[in-house]
């Protein structure tokens, strides 16, 4: 990874420890050593300039070829603390891909260090299945991924398995490997 952004370090570090140390996804570790994962860090604090950083994301992956950037995560370093107002911003995103004819070219998983499932207690370890550093949006290549899942058996329990993974491992557990990773 070139970008020396402190955002930018802890985003890779997470991904390397927590994404990939845990095999979250299972799809991440070829994507992440081949330096296929893009991190782009969004300063802005305003609501427009978040959007505009959005489409710039999607322009420069629909410009750059799959083997230079397979995947990008746009990670807002300053703004979206507040879980509401960030998840505001993943509907926009989708909405956004729906006008710019990228819905299913595209696609956006969410990722935030509040990161809450409805229904769900707010102390509970499944959270973190899609808890990061920064608030977050990864931008993933339907293709990409269509191609990755063709040999994957029963990719529809990747969520539950890694919930139990978590389970298992417990609250504690995580919350060392995360702070010994200074996530």
Known sequence: MTDINPAAQQTH???????????????????LKADGVHIEV????QDQAMISAVL???DQLQQ????????????????LRDFDQYWSLVEVANEL??????????????????????GVAADDVSHYTNRSPYPMLHFIREAQLSRALENYPEPE???????????????????KLLSTESL
Request: hydrophobic share 45%.
């Open 13 to 31: 570090q997470w991904l390397e420890t927590i994404v990939v140390g845990l095999n979250l996804c299972p799809f991440a570790a070829p994507v």
């Open 56 to 58: 710039e994301q999607l």
């Open 97 to 118: 891909l729906q006008q710019v004819g990228l819905d299913g070219v595209i696609q956006i998983a969410s990722f935030h260090p509040d990161y809450c499932f409805e």
């Open 64 to 79: 750059t070829d799959e083997s230079t950037m397979a995947t990008s995560l746009l990670v807002f370093s300053q703004g």
């Open 157 to 175: 329990l990747i969520p539950e398995n890694n919930i139990r993974k978590l389970q298992t491992m417990g609250k504690p557990a995580l919350l």
């Open 42 to 45: 969004c300063e802005a604090e």
